[in-house]
Every structure is written in structure tokens, then in C-alpha cells.
């Protein structure tokens, strides 16, 4: 089913070409939150997440709904921007823990799927962008999109050099590894489940992951200078391929 959302590009794209590229891939962005009535404010923006498929399947990030909803809470995506932003109701089909990725089900009508690039890795210097609700809804409904490149692919966890900075989470991760694209771009919370595609035609290389991979890629960092490096991380789209291809986990 998958199949026909797989493209392929290549090359560096011509500064001009970015504004097309963001014009494209914005209406495919969504907002992820939480609705309850009788909260202030009743609606919150944890993340952002895209959809694929057939345009009522989002992929985002799974750390989002690692968190028991309170009585009459739910789970809600934000279609739009500003004061025409449209709650709708969303539904966790799937989730895949050892890569952060998570599937959501959406009320209709179908938003416009985002291009996923196959399980080739991508070039280090590939100029990419991402595009998504940092911050959450602090700075009001407006997806904002950031520029940079890929910097590496490293692993999603490194051995560490002192027992101190090893827990029970850093050696699964460690058992589990695989490798996660460095960004040369600035990702801050409410980016998680963001985006992460090639600058001259839009196609999704990966999701933006910061929060699931720093506790355990810069434990050793954080143990000597106090607090974690403000790089970014980007899960690789193909983990999130497999997981939609999966019964089930694309509401189709």
C-alpha cells in the first residue's frame, strides 16, 4: 500500500526552491494535543506529526502518548493554522517503541499525504528542512519551518564510559541500536513528530526525535557539563514505513 509514496530525489536545492517545497509539505502538517472540557486551556499541543497514506493515518512520535489521559480527556489533532485551525478527533493505532514512531487514526476529511523517501540512508550534507509547532501552542497555531542539513548518521546510543551514566533504559537502547540522523538544525519541544524532508522536493527522510534520543546518545555530555547538547535527531522515515505496512497500523 506504501509503495506509491516511496520517491526518490537527489541533489542540492537552489535557495528559491524552499519556499515551493514549504508551501507543499505545510498542508500535510498537523498539531498533536489533547482536548478536555473543563481544562484551562482546554486544548494542548504536544507535538507535531504528518500525514501519509491515504490522508487519515498521521506518523509521529511515541514518547507523546507515553502519559494515561485523565477522565474525559482525548487525544486530538489540529488541522490549519491560527484562528481557522480545526480540532479533529484522533486515535492511536499503533506504536513502536524501540524507534520513538507512533500511528494515529484521524476523522476526515483526508488531508494531503506527505512523499516518503525509501530505506535508502540519506547523503551527510543533504540540505533538508522541517516543519512543525515548536513550542507547542505558546506561539499560537503556525507551523514553522527550520533549515539546515544532515550532519551524520550515528547511532541512537553510545557506549558509555562510566558506569554512573548507565541505567536500565541505556543498555536496552544499547541492545536495540540503530542509527538516527544528526541534524545541523535547531529542533525545540513541540517539534517531536516533525517532518524532516529534502529541501528541493519535499520528500520525508526522517522524524524529528530529540527528546527520545538525548537521555541515552549524550548521558556521558550531560554528566559533564550538567545538561544535554542542543543537537538535533532525526528517526529515519523507513522505520516509520514499516510500521504503517503493518495490520492495522494504517487504519486501512
Known sequence: ?????????????PAEDLPQTIRQM?????????????????????????????????LTSAHVFGRKLADFE?????????DSAQMREAQVLCTDREHDIATLRVAAPNLPAAKLAGSEVE?????????????GAILGLYPSTARGIIAAQVPAAIPQGNSHTLNAETIQRLQQNFEVYQLDAVAYPGNSGSPVYRADNATVVGIIDSVYVKPTKEA?????VGTPSGITYAIPIRYGRE????PGCSGT
Open 220 to 224: 556521558a555530555l550531560a554528566s559533564v
Open 123 to 135: 547523503a551527510e550534507g543533504r540540505e533538508i528542512a522541517f516543519t512543525g509547532y515548536p513550542l
Open 74 to 82: 482525548r487525544w486530538v489533532v489540529f488541522v490549519g493554522h491560527g
Open 1 to 13: 500500500m506504501l509503495l506509491a509514496l516511496g520517491l526518490f530525489g537527489a541533489g542540492v536545492a
Open 26 to 58: 505545510k498542508p500535510s502538517v498537523v498539531a498533536i494535543g489533547s482536548f478536555k472540557k473543563d481544562r484551562a486551556p482546554s486544548a494542548i499541543v504536544d507535538a507535531t506529526g504528518f500525514a501519509i497514506g491515504d490522508g487519515l493515518t498521521v
Open 243 to 246: 510500521l504503517a505496512a503493518k
